[in-house]
C-alpha cells in the first residue's frame, strides 16, 4: 500500500461509536504536528455521541448515521467506501466501532483498515474485553493494535503493550488501559504511516 509522498500529509478516517477518546488522542496528534497526517472523515453509527462533539471542536467533518435506516450492511458501507474514497482516505483507524466490518469494507481498503482493542490478543476477544479479563483474574492485561479481517479481534497484529495490574478497582484499571490505548495509537499510526512512502 502506498501513503501519501513525503511531505503530504496522510489522510486519515476514524470510524468511532462512543465516547471517542481514542479519536481524540489522534485528532490532537494531528493538530500538535506528532502525525504527518489529517482526520478527514470521522464515520460514526450513532448520532448523538460524544465523539461527534469531539470531532466538531476539532472542525472534522462527520458523518454520522442510523444503521437501521439502510436496507443492508452492504448499502450503509458502500455509502461510507464512496465517502472514503471521495476524501482520498489512505488508512482507516478504528477508535471504539462496535460494528463488524462486511466484504465491502474489507475489500476496498485491504490492509489499510486497523483496530485498537483493549487486550492481549487472541486473549479475551469482545465488546467486554476489560471487564472479562478482569473477572478472570489476570495479572497482565494491555492494548493490540492489529488490521482488520473478517474475523471478530482478527487480523494481524501490529503492536500490543503489556500493562501489569493485580489491583480490585476496575475504574482504575480502565483508566490505566485507555491511558496506554491513547499513546501506543498514535505512535503505531505514526510508524504505519512512515513506513509507507
Do not use: W
Not at 479519536?23 to 461527534?52: M, S, T
Not at 464512496?82 to 489512505?90: A, F, R
Not at 494491555?142 to 501489569?164: F, K, P
Amino acid at each position: 500500500m502506498t501513503m501519501t509522498n513525503a511531505g503530504q500529509k496522510t489522510r486519515l478516517a476514524v470510524f468511532a461509536s462512543g465516547n471517542g477518546s481514542n479519536f481524540e488522542a489522534l485528532a490532537q496528534a494531528c493538530a500538535d504536528g506528532r502525525l504527518n497526517a489529517e482526520i478527514v472523515l470521522l464515520v460514526c453509527d450513532k448520532p448523538g455521541a460524544y465523539v461527534c462533539e469531539r470531532a466538531g471542536r476539532f472542525g472534522i467533518e462527520t458523518f454520522a448515521f442510523r444503521p437501521k435506516e439502510y436496507a443492508s450492511k452492504a448499502e450503509y458501507e458502500r455509502r461510507i467506501v464512496g465517502l472514503l474514497d471521495d476524501k482520498g482516505v489512505e488508512l482507516v483507524c478504528l477508535a471504539g466501532y462496535m460494528r463488524i466490518l462486511s466484504d465491502v469494507m474489507l475489500e476496498a481498503y485491504r490492509d489499510r483498515i486497523v483496530n485498537i482493542h483493549p487486550s492481549l490478543l487472541p486473549a479475551f476477544k469482545g465488546a467486554h474485553a476489560i471487564r472479562d479479563a478482569f473477572d478472570y483474574g489476570v495479572k497482565v492485561y494491555g492494548v493490540t493494535i492489529h488490521y482488520v479481517n473478517g474475523e471478530l479481534d482478527g487480523g494481524r497484529i501490529v503492536d500490543q503493550r503489556a500493562i501489569y495490574y493485580d489491583g480490585d478497582d476496575i475504574d482504575e484499571l480502565e483508566a490505566k488501559i485507555h491511558a496506554v490505548e491513547h499513546v501506543l495509537y498514535v505512535d503505531t499510526v505514526a510508524r504505519l504511516i512512515g513506513s509507507r512512502g
